[in-house]
Structure formats: structure tokens, C-alpha cells
């Protein structure tokens, strides 16, 4: 399945390219952990994930055309 | 005392006289400093029916106990009167490098009392305080008026001043110190200006004296570094791109306000937010005393119709002067931006009134002939001339100047301006972000994402994330954050990096960094508790300034298009703000009773009954 991934601020470093949005295929089951793992996101980095604006977990199943956000926790606004 | 000086100076501008008074250790011990000072002294002294703008009004300028020491972000001062846009309390912060300038002048607070009858500043000098008349300077921008300030009395002195639009009482003027930085809302510009004050020029000659300065070094030490750890391999997101890095987590949940909150979502967001900055008009960052952040952007426009050099723009006026406009042209908002701080206006409610005004227009409430030019969405000149005309109160920026309520009000449609007491909302859209909701409609000087900030926890995963579209969470965790940012607005720190690193990442946020901080500056030895109890106490202080000020539950209001219109877009259509529900349970939370007033028991528990 195919879903799309925006990266922003200092997780940019782990897109594949230089584009901050940007698309991925993933075996049917996949799960927020694949996802991570596949783009070599360190587990131990503070993230906020959301799946078409909702909050997930790393366990969250992924689906067809999802988009995904992940982004660092930011301090302040 | 230690952290404190113990002396604040009390300048009589009806007379003309400087006198000094010494501070009561118990005060500062239960009200901590900045925002607790602030609103101790108001409610002592200032009559809560009086007209903000009269000479009735006093204004009171704070430091805290960590202002000016090598604290992490140890900068802030806050600036408490009597709001002409709200007749609420208002209590504006600010940082940059004159707060700690003026805490190394040996004072914790200036009041400002009466009004004087000719344009003056005020002048210190180490201890030594003059007023002198500021009849050259009146009138100017707050970047010439710096200049000047600084050429009259000291190259390396720090300035805090109001422009034109403080000195036209434009009732959401600013103070500007260090030149762009603003203690921004509710209009403490204007009372500034009512009392013909044009600024202050300090030079400080003494550091603050701490109780314990190895221990201090050491818990210091202690939270720079676990800082540094963090984000060693990676940069903090404010470092990187300044606060307009927040459009990613109010985009992404569909709060980030636009067209005056008539969507949540705005199709122009990546033209605006904090990495396009970064790409295009970033020349360096600038951080304030003792950060280690530098969230802080300068930035250029370097041609065109909006060409320009100056100070943002932050997430707020992205926000403001931006997506609420319509306005996908960074340049455009930008030099609307640098209009505002040269003017000395608030970004915010210069923004969101200039968006009430363009929906005003669209549903044919308001005409062209009396704007004098169509006021579309997304017309980014019109929100520059506008910025300008408000600032000088000049054609329709005189009606602009009086706030989005009043303005709305004058055309017959009170509803249409986003607000909360009379304050315009920050850029967070509480249909879809309840904790917001409940901490707008409560906060003591109206909307503001200041006062207990839920986007930490709802939106932007500090300390971590939880939903924010559900409702009956919130009460507690709202309460709770409140008084921790009371602690950290009294205390002298800035919100950003405390929020992460002094507080434990519980949403209990109990304040330990800031009592280990406090403690060694101090000596006092709070307890976590006693702390805590400071919190509340100064959020239960400003509430009963406002009980006696008129307000009530009644006034704990959002407008109809919140609580009753549901979100047409993104991942929060449909939702309504639940506020009615949250406040029942907040009230009780408090102590308070169902009209929202702070019970006798409660009063009586926190040492405010004598009040």
C-alpha cells in the first residue's frame, strides 16, 4: 500500500529526498513502528504522529493513502 | 534578601515625584514576583470600576526573583493595569535584553501612578531615577524613539517604549522594548500613553545577589546541560525555524484559524509558515537574555512592494496578519508585522480585527465607501495599509483601532469578532482543541494562549500528546497548567524552555526545576506545595480583582460561531466547542461557585481574605 509522509523541522534529515512530503510503500498490516523503522527514525526521538490529523501510536495500523505527520515536540507557539 | 532586591520605585507622575519603598519579604514570598506582584499591587491599589484609560489607573512594571540571573531564559518582565480593550485585568509579558537591565538597576517594580501633564520617560541610571520630558520624542516610531532614548542618556542602556499608536490610545497598543520585542495585549500601550509616558531607558550596574551561587550554578548547570543532551543531534524546532513552526501542528490537527475563524484550515499554509521564513527572509536569529533557544528572527524582505528589514514574523502574527486574513503572501504579513512594532501595536488584535472587518465586508455589513478600498480576503497590501492607518488612528484604522468587539458592535454584528472578555483569540480554533477553549474563556485578561497554554499537550506533544477534541479530560489538567504558568510568569522565566525542562513531563507539570531555581536564588526554601499554592493564589487574586471589576460566569464567554457552529474542515469537522460542560467542572475544581466566584473558604485557605 502506498501512503504519504510529511516530515518537518529537524526529523527532515530522514526523508529519502529533500522534499518534505513525500510517498512510501508499505506491505498491507504495516503498522507506525514499520513505517519508523523504514525510514530509520531513532525509537528514542520525541515525536508527535498523527495519521490524516488524528494522533497515533506506534502500533497504529496504517492504511491505503494515509497521510502521515511527524513532526518534534515543540515548546512553544 | 536574595533574588529580590526588596525595593520598588513608585514615580507619582501628576507631581512629578520619585519615591523608593521597601519590599515585604512575606509579599514576595506568596506572590513570588512578575505576574504575582503585578496583580497584588493592582488589587491593593486600583479602584476595579475605574476607566482604564483615566488617571485613576496605575501601572505596574515586574521582574521576578530569577529576572536578570543566568536562569535558563531568566528574562521576562511583565507590565499589570487595568485593560482599556477588555476593563479586565491585563498582565503582558515580554523579554528580550532591557528586563534584566532593569532588574540590575536594584529594583523588583516600577508603579506608575497619575498622569503627567507634559510627555515624559523615565530615566535610570543604576539606582539613581530622573523623569525627563519627552517632548522631542513624542510622535515618534518605537525604532526612532530607541535611537533617540539611547543617544540621550547611554549607548549600551535598554529601552521600553510605546509608539503612535500608544500615544492615540489605540485601545491594543503595545509596549515595544529592545525594539521588536512586545509586551503585546490588552492595550497596556495605550494606558502608557494616557499618562503622556513614553518610555523608559535603563542601565543597570549591579547583578542580582543570590543565596546559594554555587548551588545556583549547579542546578543551572543541571537543566542547561540535560538541554544540551536533548538536543545535541537535534536542534530544537524553535532554534530552526522560530516560532512559525507551530503552523505544522495547528495545520495538521485543522485549528490553524482562518478567515476569522470560519475554517481550521488554510490551502495557503506552507507559504507562511516557519521553514519558508527560514528560506526565504531569515538573515539570523536572535535570542533573548540567557536563552538557549534563540527563537527569535530577523528578518529581511529584500524587494518589492513590501521590501523591508525588522523583527518576525512569530507563530501568532502568521496566524493573525496571515491565515485569519486570508493572506498567503509571507512578505505581505511580514511587513505588516514591522508596521506593527514600529507603530506599537499587538499583532494579534491587529490582525483579527482587520479579519472581523474583511468577513464584515463580505456578508455586505460594511461598505467600501467607508473602508476606502474593497477589503477582500487575502489582500495583503490592504492588511499593510491597514496595520498603518489603525497605528496613526487615521481613516478607518480609527475605527479599527477601537478592537474587533467594538468595531463589530458599531456595524451590528457583535458575533463576528472572535473574542473572549474583548480579547482577540490566539491561533488556536477551540472547536477543535477543547483544553483551549475552557483556558480562553477563563484566562483573567480574555483570550490568550498565554495562561496555561493546552496546545502544549493537545497539540504539540509536550509533555506529551493528548486528544484534543474530547472534553471531560480537560478541567483538571487546564486548572493545573494555569497556576504552573502563573508560577512561571511570577518567577521571571520564559515559557519555552521551562515548559520542557523545569517542569516535571507529567500533565500534573509540577514546577521542581523552578523551586530548585527559586531556592537557590532565594533561600526562601519553598516546598513543590508552597509553590503550587503561590499558583493558584495569584490566578484566585486576579479572578476576585475581576469579581469586584463586574465579571462573572457570564462573561466566561466564547462567541456563537465556537460553541454553536461546527468546523467545516479537516480532521476536526463537525466538533463545537464544549465549554458550558468543562466549566461546570472547572468551577468546582477551583473552588469556586457556580457564578465563577472564588468562594470565602477558598479565599481564606490561599491568605486572600484579608484582600
Redesign the interface.
Known amino acids: 500500500m502506498k501512503i504519504q509522509i510529511s516530515l518537518?523541522?529537524?526529523l527532515r534529515q530522514y526523508a529519502p529526498g529533500s522534499a518534505?512530503s513525500f510517498e512510501l510503500e508499505l506491505a498491507a498490516g504495516a503498522t507506525v513502528k514499520t513505517m519508523i523503522d523504514r525510514l530509520k527514525i531513532p525509537q528514542t526521538?520525541?515525536?508527535?504522529i498523527?495519521i490524516?490529523?488524528?494522533?497515533a501510536d506506534t502500533d497504529t495500523r496504517l492504511a491505503e493513502e494515509d497521510k502521515i505527520?511527524i513532526?518534534?515536540?515543540?515548546?512553544?507557539? | 534578601m536574595f533574588g529580590w532586591c526588596g525595593k520598588i520605585l513608585r514615580i507619582n507622575l501628576s507631581a512629578g515625584k520619585i519615591g523608593v519603598e521597601e519590599l515585604d519579604a512575606n509579599v514576595c514570598r506568596d506572590y513570588v514576583g512578575g505576574r504575582g506582584l503585578g496583580i497584588y499591587y493592582l488589587l491593593k491599589e486600583v479602584d476595579p470600576s475605574c476607566d482604564p484609560l483615566a488617571t485613576k489607573n496605575i501601572m505596574i512594571m515586574t521582574t521576578g526573583p530569577l529576572t536578570g540571573t543566568v536562569a535558563p531564559t531568566g528574562a521576562r518582565y511583565m507590565v499589570t493595569t487595568k485593560s482599556p480593550l477588555t476593563g479586565a485585568i491585563t498582565c503582558s509579558n515580554s523579554g528580550g535584553y532591557f528586563p534584566a537591565e532593569l532588574k540590575k538597576t536594584g529594583y523588583d517594580a516600577i508603579i506608575f501612578e497619575g498622569k503627567s501633564p507634559q510627555p515624559v520617560y523615565l530615566w535610570i541610571d543604576g539606582d539613581q531615577a530622573e523623569l525627563r520630558s519627552a517632548q522631542n520624542i513624542w510622535g515618534m516610531t518605537t525604532h526612532e524613539a530607541d535611537d533617540a532614548l539611547r543617544k540621550e542618556t547611554h549607548k549600551k542602556a535598554k529601552t521600553s517604549v510605546i509608539g503612535p499608536a500608544g500615544e492615540k490610545l489605540v485601545r491594543f497598543a503595545a509596549i515595544m522594548n529592545d525594539r521588536d520585542r512586545a509586551a503585546g495585549r490588552s492595550g497596556v500601550g495605550a494606558v502608557m500613553g494616557s499618562k503622556n509616558l513614553k518610555g523608559f531607558v535603563v542601565r543597570g550596574r549591579q547583578e542580582v545577589s543570590l543565596f546559594d551561587p554555587e548551588g545556583f550554578t549547579a542546578v543551572n548547570n543541571k537543566y542547561r546541560d540535560k538541554f544540551k543532551k536533548a538536543t545535541k543531534d537535534?536542534?530544537?524546532?524553535?532554534r530552526?525555524?522560530g516560532?512559525a513552526?507551530?503552523v505544522?501542528?495547528?495545520q495538521?490537527?485543522?485549528v490553524f484559524p482562518t478567515r476569522n475563524f470560519q475554517q481550521g484550515t488554510f490551502e495557503g499554509w506552507q507559504s507562511i509558515y516557519g521553514?519558508t521564513l527560514t528560506k526565504k527572509y531569515l538573515i539570523r536569529r536572535k535570542p533573548c537574555f540567557s536563552c538557549p533557544?534563540s527563537?527569535g528572527r530577523v528578518t529581511r524582505i529584500p524587494d518589492g512592494p513590501f521590501k523591508g528589514e525588522g523583527e518576525g514574523p512569530e507563530?501568532?502574527t502568521v496566524y493573525s496578519l496571515g491565515s485569519d486574513c486570508g493572506v498567503d503572501n509571507l512578505a505581505a504579513l511580514t511587513k505588516a508585522n514591522y508596521v506593527c512594532n514600529e507603530l506599537g501595536l499587538d499583532t494579534i488584535s491587529m490582525g483579527s480585527a482587520i479579519a472581523c472587518a474583511m468577513e464584515l465586508f463580505e456578508k455586505g455589513y460594511l461598505d467600501e465607501s467607508e473602508i476606502g478600498m474593497p477589503l477582500k480576503w487575502g489582500d495583503g497590501q490592504a492588511v499593510v495599509t491597514l496595520a498603518r492607518q489603525t497605528g496613526l488612528r487615521e481613516g478607518f484604522g480609527d475605527i479599527l483601532a477601537e478592537g474587533s468587539l467594538r468595531m463589530a458592535t458599531k456595524y451590528g454584528h457583535p458575533e463576528l469578532a472572535i473574542v473572549a472578555k474583548g480579547q482577540d483569540f490566539?491561533?488556536?480554533d477551540p472547536r477543535g482543541e477543547q483544553g483551549m477553549g475552557l483556558a480562553y474563556a477563563t484566562s483573567p485578561i480574555g483570550a490568550s494562549?498565554m495562561r496555561g497554554?493546552p496546545?502544549?499537550f493537545e497539540?504539540?506533544?509536550?509533555p506529551f500528546?493528548v486528544?484534543p477534541l474530547t472534553w471531560k479530560d480537560k478541567p483538571p489538567i487546564v486548572a493545573k497548567w494555569q497556576d504552573v504558568f502563573a508560577v512561571i510568569d511570577s518567577a521571571g522565566l520564559c515559557?519555552?524552555?521551562t515548559?520542557?525542562y523545569l517542569l516535571e513531563p507529567t500533565l500534573e507539570a509540577r514546577p521542581i526545576g523552578i523551586m530548585e531555581l527559586l531556592n537557590a536564588a532565594t533561600g526562601v526554601g519553598y516546598t513543590l506545595e508552597e509553590l503550587e499554592k503561590a499558583g493558584e493564589r495569584i490566578v484566585n487574586a486576579e479572578r476576585l480583582y475581576l469579581k469586584r471589576a463586574g465579571f462573572s460566569r457570564k462573561d466566561d464567554s466564547l462567541p456563537p460561531r465556537i460553541t454553536n457552529e461546527p468546523l467545516p474542515d479537516?480532521?476536526?469537522k463537525g466538533m463545537v466547542c464544549h465549554l458550558d460542560e468543562m466549566l461546570e467542572a472547572y468551577y468546582k475544581i477551583r473552588g469556586w461557585s457556580a457564578d465563577g466566584i472564588p468562594t470565602e473558604k477558598k479565599l481564606r485557605a490561599l491568605g486572600l481574605i484579608e484582600m
Open positions: 518537518y523541522a529537524n518534505e526521538l520525541k515525536m508527535v498523527l490524516n490529523g488524528r494522533k505527520t513532526f518534534p515536540p515543540i515548546e512553544g507557539g | 537535534n536542534p530544537p524546532p524553535l530552526l525555524h516560532t513552526i507551530t505544522v501542528g495547528t495538521s490537527h485543522g521553514e533557544i527563537c507563530y501568532e490566539a491561533g488556536y494562549h497554554d496546545a502544549y497539540l504539540l506533544g509536550v500528546n486528544d515559557v519555552f524552555f515548559v520542557r479537516g480532521p476536526a
